[in-house]
C-alpha cells in the first residue's frame, strides 16, 4: 500500500502571494489532517477533514483553509502569506468512522516545505 | 491548554550507551501519549503508544511508561546505534479530540 505523499516537496513564494499544497491520502483512508512544523519546533494542528467536511480547526486565521476530494486527498490553501508562514506543512492520514473520525493512528507524509521571502 | 514539554536537545551519545529524553504534559482528563520520530528528509513516523495509566509502549527497543502521577511519558532505549539519530517529538491526544498535541522535539546524534 502506499503511503501519504505530498506536493510539492519544497517551494519558495513572497509575501502576498497565495499557495496550494496537496496531499494523498494513504490507500483506505478517510481523515486528513495538516501540521505546520517552523524550524526547530513541533509541529502545529491546522485542521482535520473528514469525508470531506472540516472537522476540527487549530489557532490559525481564516487565510489558512483546505478541501477534502470525494477520493480523500487533500489541499491546504493559503492566502496573503507573510513571512511566518515559512514552514514545513505536513499532511497525516488515518481511518476514522462517523463517532470518531480522529480515533486511529495518524500516518505522515514527508512535508511540503515552503519559504516565504 | 493542553500542552506537552520536553527536554531540549542536542543530545549526544556513543553508540551503545542509554538514552533517556523526558516528556511532561499538562492535559485535563486522559489524553492517549504518543513518541514520534522524525529522520533527516522524511515526515513522523510512530514509534510507540500509551492510551491509558500505567500502560507501556514500547517498539524497536524504545520504552516508555504512562505515569500519570507525575504526568510523564520519559523514553527509553537501553542500547542506541548510529540509526536512531533522529529528532523525536512527544505528543497528546485527548479522547474527545482531534488534533496530536506536539513537545518542540529533541535531536539525538548517535556518534560511532
Known amino acids: 500500500e502506499t503511503g501519504v505523499t505530498q506536493s510539492p516537496t519544497h517551494l519558495i513564494k513572497t509575501r502576498g502571494q497565495q499557495v496550494t499544497l496537496r496531499c494523498s491520502s494513504q490507500s483506505g483512508h478517510n481523515t486528513v489532517s495538516w501540521y505546520q512544523q517552523a524550524l526547530g519546533q513541533g509541529p502545529q494542528f491546522i485542521f482535520q477533514?473528514?469525508?470531506?467536511?472540516?472537522?476540527g480547526r487549530g489557532n490559525f486565521p481564516p487565510r489558512f483553509s483546505g478541501l477534502q476530494f470525494p477520493n480523500y486527498s487533500s489541499e491546504l490553501n493559503v492566502n496573503a502569506l507573510e513571512l511566518d508562514d515559512s514552514a514545513l506543512y505536513l499532511c497525516?492520514?488515518?481511518?476514522?468512522?462517523?463517532?470518531?473520525?480522529?480515533?486511529?493512528?495518524?500516518?505522515f507524509g514527508a512535508g511540503s516545505r515552503l519559504t516565504v521571502l | 491548554g493542553d500542552s506537552v514539554t520536553q527536554m531540549e536537545g542536542p543530545v549526544t551519545l556513543s553508540e551503545e550507551a542509554f538514552l533517556t529524553i523526558n516528556c511532561t504534559y499538562t492535559?485535563?482528563?486522559?489524553?492517549?501519549l504518543f513518541w514520534y520520530v522524525q529522520y533527516p528528509g522524511e515526515g513522523l513516523q510512530l514509534l510507540l503508544k500509551?492510551?491509558?495509566?500505567?500502560d507501556k509502549g514500547s517498539n524497536k527497543g524504545f520504552e516508555a511508561t504512562y505515569r500519570k502521577e507525575t504526568t510523564s511519558f520519559h523514553l527509553e532505549k537501553g542500547s542506541v546505534q548510529v540509526s536512531d539519530s533522529a529528532v523525536y517529538f512527544c505528543a497528546l491526544k485527548k479522547a474527545a479530540g482531534n488534533k496530536l498535541t506536539f513537545g518542540g522535539g529533541t535531536r539525538v546524534l548517535v556518534k560511532p
Open positions: 500509551a492510551t491509558k495509566a500505567d
Open positions: 477533514y473528514y469525508r470531506e467536511e472540516e472537522n
Open positions: 497525516a492520514s488515518s481511518l476514522g468512522d462517523r463517532d470518531t473520525p480522529w480515533a486511529n493512528v495518524l500516518t
Open positions: 492535559a485535563t482528563g486522559y489524553p492517549s
